[in-house]
């Protein structure tokens, strides 16, 4: 009787410990090969022809020379430039974007200004810049009518392949996207992982291509409300810094000498959209003039211009806005209104006597008025001044946080 075999021996062929090695070795010089040719992956150049040439505004100076060649040579119509906030030297540059700078770097190098458009995301926008950008070059095509079905897009150096997929992406198929990558001169393109400014720009973008090909996914409507909301904040800081910038400076600033010493900003709420409020115009048919009272004995005369009605939370409120007689006189002033109001934040948040709005006469018998724009009369940081107090008619018994806060107790 035949034993029963369970296991059976069998020859098989295996890798040597010199075959493991060289195999090891190879895939290693490959990679190698790969990591080292990184940078020259990232920074592709695949220009089309077009006659619109879209540049990204933080190139530095250096190749604004080789892309205004390429501008001429190339045949192109005009230049895009899509910018985003610089957030550094805006106090003495007075440039708030990139685009913005740019743009008057290009004119005072020659290029004609009538040739250069810009578009900017606002400073609130922290993620998916680049996606950003492109939205608003789509946005601005459909608005201007350009009907462009080829674009080219000039970046800078390893950028330029995240760049072109994004932008491509955005667009979809009706426009062909072209790149072309800029010089980078901060680090050795060849030997890029030799100097950590290299390192870490190729390892970031090479990341950030990843994550763009693997995990972002667009929403074009949110990101429209997003930078619509953006602009809004934006507007109202520029506004105040501009503000900031005008105290500080002792010719023209209404602080005392000693508030100068230590003056960094004024104090504000936080911008809020529900205090941008739609309003209804209803004119005063007779228009009474009478004397305002201020501060000290003076006694301007204003006329009762008409009466604004509007909502804040579903709640009914009624201001009066004013006309200066003697700046009605005055060319340039003809029709400025002045809105002053107290609330339920004056003499705690706000200033005690209340807080002004002035702005121009509308066309029609609505308008908007503009909370976050609210400013504190002069008296609010020096008693030498005199100023107009709100006539008790506008006294709203709600809390309005919004606009200049209190800067001092006095």
Not at 81 to 84: A, D, L
Not at 159 to 164: G, I, L, M, Q, S
């Given at each position: 009787m035949?034993?029963?075999?369970?296991?059976?021996r069998r020859n098989r062929l295996g890798?040597s410990w010199f075959s493991r090695?060289a195999?090891v070795?190879i895939i290693?010089?490959l990679?190698?090969?790969?990591?080292?040719?990184?940078?020259?992956?990232?920074?592709?150049?695949?220009?089309?022809p077009s006659?619109l040439?879209v540049v990204?505004g933080?190139?530095p100076?250096?190749?604004l020379?080789?892309?205004?060649?390429?501008f001429y040579d190339?045949?192109?119509?005009?230049?895009l430039?899509?910018?985003?906030p610089?957030?550094?030297?805006?106090?003495?540059?007075?440039?708030?974007t990139?685009?913005?700078?740019?743009r008057?770097t290009?004119?005072e190098?020659?290029?004609?200004?009538?040739?250069i458009h810009?578009v900017?995301i606002?400073?609130?926008v922290y993620?998916?810049?680049?996606y950003?950008?492109?939205l608003?070059?789509k946005?601005?095509?459909d608005?201007t009518?350009?009907?462009?079905k080829?674009v080219?897009?000039?970046?800078l150096g390893c950028?330029?392949?995240?760049?072109?997929y994004l932008f491509?992406?955005t667009?979809g198929e009706?426009?062909q996207?072209?790149?072309?990558?800029g010089?980078?001169?901060?680090?050795d393109p060849?030997k890029w992982?030799?100097?950590?400014?290299?390192?870490?720009?190729?390892?970031?973008?090479?990341?950030?291509y990843?994550?763009a090909?693997?995990?972002f996914r667009?929403d074009d409507e949110?990101?429209?409300?997003?930078l619509?909301?953006g602009?809004f904040i934006?507007?109202?800081?520029h506004?105040?810094n501009?503000k900031n910038i005008?105290f500080?400076?002792?010719?023209?600033?209404?602080?005392?000498?000693e508030?100068l010493?230590?003056?960094?900003h004024?104090?504000?709420?936080p911008?809020?959209?529900?205090?941008?409020v739609?309003?209804?115009?209803?004119?005063?048919?007779?228009?009474?003039?009478?004397k305002m009272?201020?501060?000290?004995?003076?006694?301007?005369i204003?006329?009762?211009?008409g009466?604004l009605?509007?909502k804040?939370?579903?709640v009914d409120?009624v201001l009066t806005a004013y006309?200066?007689?003697?700046?009605?006189?005055?060319e340039?002033y003809?029709?400025?209104?002045f809105?002053?109001y107290r609330?339920l934040?004056c003499?705690e948040?706000?200033?005690?006597?209340?807080?002004?709005?002035?702005?121009?006469m509308p066309?029609?018998?609505?308008?908007?008025i503009?909370?976050?724009?609210?400013?504190?009369?002069?008296?609010?940081?020096n008693?030498k001044?005199?100023c107009?107090?709100?006539p008790?008619e506008?006294?709203?018994?709600?809390?309005i946080?919004?606009g200049?806060?209190i800067?001092?107790?006095?």
């Open positions: 035949s034993k029963i075999q369970l296991l059976k890798l090695i195999i070795l290693f010089i990679l190698m090969l790969g990591f080292k040719n990184l940078n020259t992956y990232l920074s592709v150049n695949n220009p089309i006659n040439l990204e933080f190139l100076d250096y190749t020379q080789n892309m205004m060649t390429e190339g045949g192109y119509d005009k230049i430039i899509t910018g985003k610089i957030g550094q030297g805006y106090y003495l540059s007075g440039y708030n990139s685009s913005d700078l740019m008057s290009l004119i190098m020659g290029l004609d200004s009538s040739l810009v900017s606002p400073e609130t993620r998916d810049r680049t950003s950008t492109a608003l070059m946005q601005w095509l608005t009518h350009a009907n462009q080829r080219n897009v000039y970046t950028h330029a392949r995240r760049t072109k491509q992406h667009v009706s426009i996207i072209g790149i072309i990558a010089e980078d001169r901060s680090y060849e992982w030799k100097t950590s400014k290299g390192f870490r720009t190729v390892i970031n973008e090479s990341l950030a990843l994550y090909r693997l995990f667009s949110q990101a429209l409300k997003e619509s909301e602009y934006d507007e109202i800081n506004h105040r501009e005008a500080s400076k002792a010719n023209n600033s209404p602080m005392t000498e508030q010493k230590t003056f960094v004024l104090n504000y709420y911008p809020q959209k529900k205090y941008k739609k309003a209804l115009l209803v004119k005063d048919s007779i228009q009474t003039e009478f009272k201020t501060s000290t004995d003076r006694l301007p204003y006329r009762n211009y009466k009605h509007f804040i939370d579903s409120y006309q200066n007689v003697k700046f009605s006189t005055i340039g003809e029709d400025y209104l809105l002053p609330d934040t003499g948040e706000s200033y005690g006597a209340g807080r002004y709005i002035v702005f121009r066309k029609g018998n609505s308008l908007y503009y909370f976050n724009f609210a400013y504190n009369p002069l008296c609010a940081y008693h001044y005199s107009p107090i709100p008790a506008n006294t709203l018994f709600v809390e946080r919004a200049e806060k800067y001092e107790k006095h």
